[in-house]
């Protein structure tokens, strides 16, 4: 069965410090992989999808930035974070071949900057 | 692009009443319409998605409706329970190929004992 990882859990970081954070998944290959943002009490906010390795949407310029050096890998960064950076951050994905279970989520990633 | 008006943002219920969500898209083209349940700091979840080919489609005590001309679909909630309070995302996509899902902003649902 397929499983999503994503780490950590909660994260409270400075402003201006960088930003790493990682989602793998297991038990498929070439899926979607997507990063949404979630502000307190606010939707999903769409970052980042990739459709294969090194392929990267961005759907939000900003100074956040994304990488997939694997094909069940993807890595949401940043070198400097900004306060408005805080929020929920998700990753997720698709089998679009198959195509038959929408979307999965990863666990979240709380991120307060302070 | 999409465009994902989901309403109400917020509803209150009595135990055992129904609760309906409705939303709306703009592009004609989309053909897969999922419906997320998100308990407070937990993951969105899927819970029921419904594919352009059929109006209707049901899974105990919840149900989506579809109306492709109108481009508006509906999740329903019978006999709500304490249980089902969460907030409730609509999305819109196509339901092959390399495509993303739009949400609506979501709808807080609160279900009084």
């Known amino acids: 069965s397929q499983t999503i990882h994503q780490w950590p859990a909660t994260l409270v970081q400075p402003v201006g410090s960088p930003l790493s954070l990682e989602c793998t998944v297991e038990g498929t290959s070439n899926p979607n992989l997507y990063w949404y943002r979630q502000a307190a009490g606010r939707g999903l906010q769409l970052l980042f999808y990739s459709v294969g390795i090194g392929q990267i949407s961005s759907e939000v310029p900003q100074n956040l930035s994304a990488s997939r050096p694997q094909d069940r890998q993807f890595i949401l960064s940043s070198k400097k974070l900004l306060l408005s950076d805080s929020g929920f951050y998700l990753c997720?994905?698709?089998?679009?071949?198959?195509?038959?279970?929408?979307?999965?989520f990863g666990s979240g990633t709380r991120l307060t900057v302070v | 692009g999409e465009n994902v008006e989901q309403h109400p943002s917020t509803l209150s219920v009595q135990e055992g009443d129904s609760a309906v969500i409705k939303c709306t898209y703009s592009?004609?083209?989309?053909?897969?319409f999922p419906w997320y349940k998100q308990e407070l700091g937990k993951r969105p979840q899927l819970i029921i998605d419904i594919r352009s080919n059929v109006g209707e489609k049901k899974d105990q005590r919840i149900a989506v409706t579809l109306n492709k001309t109108a481009k508006h679909f509906s999740l329903h909630i019978t006999e709500t329970q304490p249980e089902d309070s969460a907030v409730y995302f609509c999305?819109?996509?196509?339901?092959?190929?390399?495509?993303?899902?739009?949400f609506g902003k979501g709808t807080m649902l609160l279900v009084s004992p």
């Open positions: 997720a994905w698709y089998d679009p071949v198959r195509a038959y279970y929408g979307y999965t």
């Open positions: 592009d004609s083209a989309s053909n897969y």
């Open positions: 999305a819109v996509g196509l339901a092959s190929g390399y495509s993303t899902l739009t």
